[in-house]
């Protein structure tokens, strides 16, 4: 029996988008992120890569947690993020940094 996950678009959408929350928590959270071939520490690696590549800094909050949930350490997404920035543009990475410094700065307190 798979274990009920209860996604942040949950808190967001809730009520608003019922079925957005229905796929975040079924499909994308419950069986793409549940496949065996990638360990969920590299799940998130790549999630938090795609996002700085995109310029998707407003995801990046939850994913950087989750990231360090799943086994990450804080100066392993820094490094990640500083390499990004030569192949994805010093801009986004300089924006993905300032999150990630909000992020672990929060956690840290």
Request: a neutral charge; charged letters at 25%; proline letters at 3%.
């Amino acid at each position: 029996m798979q274990r009920e996950i209860k996604s942040h678009a949950r808190e967001s959408f809730g009520d608003f988008a019922p079925t957005f929350v229905r796929y975040s928590e079924e499909v994308l959270f419950g069986e793409s992120w549940r496949r065996e071939e990638l360990l969920l520490r590299d799940r998130s690696f790549i999630t938090v890569a795609a996002l700085v590549a995109g310029g998707m800094t407003e995801q990046l909050p939850y994913h950087l947690k989750l990231a360090v949930q799943n086994g990450l350490k804080q100066a392993e997404l820094v490094e990640g993020i500083t390499h990004l920035a030569f192949y994805v543009g010093w801009p986004r990475a300089a924006s993905a940094l300032q999150v990630a410094k909000k992020v672990f700065m929060e956690a840290a307190q």
